[in-house]
C-alpha cells in the first residue's frame, strides 16, 4: 500500500466525525445492523456483500488464511511471548501484515484489542457529537472465543507498564513527542514562566543540566505551534495536494479493480462451462442413454461447483462495487479539505494532536529554523522548513 493511501486512512474517522447530522443518522442505523461501514476489513476478515430487502450491504466474512495468523497470535500471547518477539517471528516467516509491511507491536496490539475477533461489532468510538458508539454482538464471524479474548486482554493489562514520563504524558504542548533539538538530538520540554503566562519549548539536555550545555534556544511555543499548524494548513492541506493523493488511491484501487474484473471473466467462464455440462447429464437421462444412479455423484459435484462459483461471483460483486464507491470526486475532495482544515482550527486539543502526528514524523529545531519531516512524500515533498522565534538565546544566556 502506498504511504499516501495511509494518510487517507489515517483521515479517515476525524472525515467521518464531521460528517452531516442525516448522514451520521444513516450511518449509526446501518451500524446497528450490524453492516460494515469502512472502507477496508480488518486483518483475517473479507467484505462480502449481502442482500437486504432490494438494496445490498456489507459485512465480514472469515478470510482463513489470514484468520490462522490471528489465532496463532492469540496463542502466542497466552504462552507468555512479548509482541516484539511475536513480530520478529513473523516477519522472520515471510508473512505480510495488514499494510503489507513489517510486523510491528503497535499493529499487534491493535489487533489483541480489537473486539470483531470475538464477535463484536463496534463503530463511532470518537463521536464529535457526543453519541455512544454502536455495538453489536455476534455480528462479526468468531475468529477468537470471548473468554480467549478477555484472556489475553487481562494479560496484556498485566504487563503494561508505564513506560511514558508523567511530564510527556500529561503535556498540553501540542508539539511534545513530536520535536526535537537539531543540534543534540534530545526532544524538546514544554514549559511555563512567570505563573504560567509565558509558555516555551526547551531543549531536553539544556533543560536538565543548564546554561552551556546546549547552545539550543528557547522557542515561544504559541508562535511555534502556530507556525507548524499554518504550515501543514498552507503546505498539505490543499485541494491539489489532496486531489493528487486520491488520484494516486483511485489509481491503486482500479489497479484492484482490474485484478476483480479479470477474476470475475474467468469465474463466469467456469460457471457457464459447469452449467452446459450438467445441461449435457440432464439430457443424457432425459434420453435414457444412463441411468441416474450413475450420474448422481457427478451431478452433484458439479452442483457444488456451481455454488462455489456463484459464491465468489457475489463476493467480487461487491468488491467491484466497494471500488466504484470508493473513488472520490472532486467535490468530495474539496468538503475533504475544508473539513481537515477545520480540525486544526477548531478540534480539542487531544484531536488536534492526533491530527498533527499522523502528518509529521518529527520536527528538528535548529537555531533559527526548524525542519518539518512528514510521514510520507505529498507531491514529492518529504520536507518542509520554517522559520522560529527564539525569546531567549543561546544556553539561556
Not at 511475536?86 to 480489537?114: D, F, H, Q, Y
Not at 455495538?135 to 511514558?164: G, H, W, Y
Not at 511555563?192 to 534556544?217: D, E, H
Request: hydrophobic letters at 35%; one cysteine or more; aromatic letters at 6%.
Amino acid at each position: 500500500m502506498k504511504a499516501e493511501t495511509a494518510i487517507i486512512e489515517s483521515l479517515d474517522e476525524f472525515y467521518s466525525d464531521n460528517l452531516g447530522e442525516e448522514v451520521t443518522r444513516g450511518l449509526r442505523e446501518s451500524a446497528s445492523r450490524g453492516f460494515y461501514l469502512s472502507s477496508r476489513p480488518p486483518y483475517g476478515y473479507r467484505k462480502i456483500r449481502v442482500k437486504d430487502g432490494e438494496k445490498e450491504h456489507t459485512k465480514l466474512d472469515i478470510y482463513p488464511e489470514q484468520a490462522g495468523i490471528i489465532k496463532g497470535i492469540f496463542n502466542d500471547v497466552l504462552n507468555g511471548k512479548g509482541l516484539m518477539q511475536i513480530a520478529k517471528e513473523l516477519n522472520s516467516k515471510g508473512i505480510s501484515s495488514p499494510r503489507n509491511k513489517k510486523w510491528g507491536k503497535t499493529v499487534i496490539r491493535a489487533m489483541l484489542n480489537n473486539e470483531a475477533y470475538a464477535g463484536t461489532f463496534v463503530w463511532g468510538r470518537n463521536s464529535k457529537r457526543g453519541l455512544e458508539p454502536i455495538r453489536v454482538e455476534n455480528a462479526c464471524p468468531v475468529i477468537i472465543e470471548r473468554c480467549v479474548f478477555d484472556m489475553v486482554l487481562k494479560t496484556m493489562q498485566n504487563r503494561k507498564s508505564s513506560i511514558i514520563h508523567p511530564k510527556r504524558a500529561a503535556s498540553r504542548f501540542l508539539l511534545s513527542g513530536m520535536s526535537y533539538c537539531g543540534l543534540c538530538g534530545k526532544a524538546l520540554t514544554g514549559a511555563k514562566a512567570k505563573s504560567g503566562k509565558f509558555s516555551y519549548y526547551v531543549c531536553g539536555t539544556l533543560n536538565k543540566k543548564g546554561s552551556g550545555s546546549c547552545q539550543a534556544r528557547y522557542i515561544n511555543s504559541q508562535k511555534f505551534e502556530t507556525q507548524v499548524i499554518q504550515k501543514i494548513k498552507d503546505g498539505i492541506l490543499t485541494e491539489e495536494n489532496l486531489a493528487r493523493i486520491v488520484e494516486m488511491v483511485n489509481q491503486d484501487l482500479d489497479v484492484n479493480s482490474i485484478q476483480f474484473q479479470n477474476e470475475m471473466t474467468t469465474v463466469m467462464r467456469d460457471l457457464q462451462d459447469t452449467n452446459h455440462r450438467l445441461e449435457r447429464l440432464y439430457d443424457a437421462i432425459e434420453t435414457g442413454n444412463v441411468s441416474t444412479a450413475d450420474l448422481a455423484p457427478r451431478i452433484h459435484e458439479l452442483k457444488l461447483r456451481v455454488d462455489k462459483l456463484l459464491e465468489r461471483k457475489l463476493q467480487l460483486d461487491g468488491l467491484l462495487a466497494d471500488r466504484r464507491v470508493e473513488l472520490a470526486s472532486p467535490e468530495v475532495v474539496k468538503r475533504f479539505t475544508n473539513e481537515m482544515r477545520k480540525v486544526l482550527e477548531l478540534s480539542e486539543f487531544t484531536e488536534k494532536k492526533a491530527f498533527l502526528r499522523s502528518f509529521i514524523e518529527k520536527i528538528s529545531v535548529m537555531s533559527d529554523h526548524a525542519v518539518i519531516k512528514y510521514k510520507a512524500p505529498i507531491n514529492g515533498l518529504i520536507e518542509d522548513k520554517i522559520g522560529v522565534l527564539a525569546i531567549v538565546q543561546h544556553g539561556g544566556q
